[in-house]
């Protein structure tokens, strides 16, 4: 079965400073790894992918991610967070190595609140 | 192309009453995926669907809620009595099949809730 999880449930940080966004992951093949960015009262939006390749994953909206192997994790970054960063984030994983026991499923984390401050 | 469209935007209803969601997957999007979003239980997967058939729907709660996708571009997410705890923010999906194109697209959602 595959999981993930967030550990924190809200993420508090000043305008420019570094904002960094926790996520491990269990599967029992390789994964695909997602994040997904809510804003209040819309739908989820897709920010990064890793599937193969690179471990530093680049994104929409100057955000950035590190598969790490060893780690199980996929954390979530930027560099310099602005208050318009404020949203709800989930992590996502779909585990290859069962295609097609769990079909095309994606495993959402529980989501982090992260609150950007001027 | 506009997104995965979802309406309505915003539903009350009274517990009893029959209750329907109707979502338009993106054009050419071969996957489509209901959720359900609470503060409890956070994002679930309540059923979805490859090439208009239901491959999984052992997210359904119970046989109140029954989904339909009678074509590549409608699919409705019935939920019939409705009762106060179905309320929820409901979400529809879409994607296509490809390793590359992984991604799914969510629509706005649809406010549910029953008083």
């Known amino acids: 079965a595959q999981s993930v999880a967030q550990p924190e449930d809200q993420v508090n940080v000043a305008e420019g400073n570094p904002l960094t966004v926790k996520c491990t992951y269990s599967?029992?093949?390789?994964?695909?790894l997602f994040w997904y960015v809510q804003y209040p009262n819309r739908g989820l939006q897709f920010l990064l992918k890793?599937?193969?390749?690179?471990?530093l994953v680049k994104g929409s909206y100057g955000f950035e991610a590190e598969f790490n192997k060893s780690q199980t994790s996929f954390h979530l970054k930027k560099p310099s967070a602005l208050v318009s960063d404020s949203a709800l984030y989930f992590c996502a994983v779909r585990d290859m190595a069962s295609l097609k026991a769990a079909g095309n499923k994606l495993t959402f984390g529980g989501g982090t609140r992260v609150l950007v401050k001027p | 192309d506009a997104g995965v469209i979802q309406s309505p935007r915003h539903e009350v209803t009274e517990m009893g009453q029959e209750v329907t969601l109707r979502c338009k997957p993106i054009s050419g999007h071969d996957y489509l995926f209901w959720y359900r979003q609470t503060m409890m239980r956070g994002l679930e997967l309540l059923i979805y669907f490859n090439n208009n058939v239901p491959i999984d729907d052992s997210g359904m709660p119970e046989d109140r809620f029954s989904a339909k996708m009678p074509n590549a571009s409608f699919s409705t997410l019935k939920i019939q009595p409705s009762e106060p705890r179905d309320s929820a923010v409901y979400f529809c999906a879409s994607r296509e099949t490809g390793l590359d194109t992984d991604t799914q697209y969510f629509g706005p959602g649809t406010r549910l809730t029953v008083l």
């Open positions: 890793y599937i193969t390749g690179d471990n």
């Open positions: 599967v029992s093949g390789n994964p695909y």
